[in-house]
DNA sequence: ATGGTGGCTTTGCCA
């Protein structure tokens, strides 16, 4: 199973990138984030005619949202709400064969590290902390679980492209790296795209819209990850990541995330 | 130290 997750930015603007994504990669599942619609204008016909006839979605006016297309059927479709914001910022599903997936979209956290001066930075501890408690409260390290998203932190040093200079950006701070490795921790997920490639290699899946070229200067961070439980760890088959899905006519600012499994 | 781009539907908010 060809398993694909993607930050879309807007899934009604780049559908065309997401039928293309199914074409050349022919995931059988592929989660996204920032799909920025509402259910009701859902594009869920074109999505049904690149194959995906399981879908499951929860989205918002203009911002956030997430959706799981599925080439196999969805069981107990369910979201949770962080925070209790109601913003759409996760969807969960079992797959055949009992594995639940849960999508997440962790926020952001504007741009100053420090929550006494900054209410989205706040937001996004508070939202990890109901992480680190949920997993361990709903679900066990023993369970078949996938975890996938952008979580918003890059947590290794070589997840981004200058360890010391983003020390206090959002993103690779350590009271975030510290929090991300507390929900790692909570049920023991594997990281399934390190499981592949070593830690000492350099692996981004998002770089700014600002930069002037982002192939060139190649400032990223990896902040979109595939997780899996214990009991999936033997199924890991491979991992990619679609750097050049950055490039082209307007791309996302994230590129798709691929982890192979063998259920 | 600053400002740079992009999407949505704003003339600002969010990333």
């Known amino acids: 199973m060809r398993l694909a997750t993607w930050n879309i930015n807007s899934v009604r603007l780049r559908i065309n990138r997401v039928a293309q994504l199914a074409k050349t990669s022919e995931p059988d599942i592929i989660c996204l984030q920032e799909t920025k619609v509402q259910d009701d204008l859902f594009p869920l016909e074109a999505v049904k005619e690149m194959g995906y006839q399981h879908v499951a979605f929860k989205g918002m006016k203009s911002y956030n949202g997430v959706a799981i297309l599925s080439r196999v059927p969805l069981e107990n479709v369910h979201t949770e709400d962080w925070c209790g914001r109601g913003d759409c910022r996760h969807i969960s599903a079992t797959l055949p064969g009992g594995v639940e997936l849960h999508n997440f979209y962790v926020p952001a956290g504007g741009d100053i590290p420090d929550r006494e001066k900054n209410e989205k930075f706040g937001h996004k501890l508070d939202f990890l902390d109901e992480m680190i408690n949920w997993f361990p409260a709903n679900r066990s390290a023993e369970k078949k679980m996938i975890m ?13 492209w200058s360890h010391k200079q983003l020390l206090k950006v959002v993103s690779h701070t350590p009271v975030e790296v510290e929090k991300l490795g507390n929900v790692q921790e909570s049920v023991d997920w594997i990281d399934a795209v390190r499981h592949f490639v070593p830690e000492s290699e350099r692996l981004f899946s998002w770089w700014s819209y600002r930069a002037r070229d982002w192939d060139t200067s190649d400032r990223g961070r990896r902040l979109d990850h595939i997780w899996v439980t214990p009991p999936l760890k033997n199924a890991l088959a491979g991992a990619s990541v679609l750097r050049d899905s950055r490039g082209g006519e307007k791309p996302s600012d994230h590129v798709p995330v691929i982890v192979d499994l063998d259920l």
């Open 148 to 160: 996938v998203g952008d979580l918003n932190i890059a947590p290794l040093e070589t997840d981004v």
